[in-house]
């Protein structure tokens, strides 16, 4: 008796595994897609996009949104890995805020007038500044990658 009480409860296992099984796809599918993790919106209309955490991302920012902005800025440490959470500043050569935001993401992009302009970026206890200038067309790459660990904010990926 305890044989048969035995082999109907592996037997009930087995198919409540079975079922379980049964609910799920195999390969996985991923939960998000790359667009999903981006982070999207604009300054007094001027429009930004941030993101670029993993290669996946940033070869769907590249193919999706490049040909939309003109500026891209890449975050990152000294000693390479990628950074987020940047406070992104932009001004032009008389000081007029023309773009205000967070980047989440290591790649911060934005459609500017042709130009000249300031940019600040901070990180942790510390502010980098470069003066860019912004084409009419194409994107145009600008690299902040001189923070130490110490004076920014977590790394996220290495950059690669």
């Known amino acids: 008796m305890k044989t048969i ?5 592996a ?15 195999y390969p996985p599918t991923p939960t998000s897609s ?9 300054f007094q209309g001027t429009p930004w996009l941030s993101g670029g955490v993993g290669l996946d991302e940033r070869e769907y920012i590249l193919d999706h949104y490049a040909d939309d902005f003109n500026l891209k ?30 980047s989440e993401g290591p790649w911060f992009l934005t459609r500017l007038p042709a130009g000249t302009y300031h940019v600040q970026a901070t990180s942790g206890d510390r502010t980098l500044k470069q003066t860019v200038q912004v084409p009419a067309s ?8 001189a923070w130490h660990e110490s004076g920014a904010d977590a790394p996220m990926v290495p950059a690669y």
């Open 34 to 42: 790359p667009e999903a993790m981006l982070d999207h919106g604009d």
């Open 73 to 102: 800025l890449e975050f990152a440490l000294a000693g390479g890995s990628y950074l987020g959470d940047v406070e992104v500043l932009i001004t032009t050569g008389s000081g007029d805020i023309v773009m205000q935001a967070l």
């Open 138 to 145: 194409g994107l145009r790459t600008v690299t902040f990658g």
């Open 11 to 25: 037997a009930l296992l087995w198919l409540g595994a079975a079922a379980s099984a049964a609910e799920y796809e």
């Open 5 to 9: 009480a035995y082999f109907a409860a």
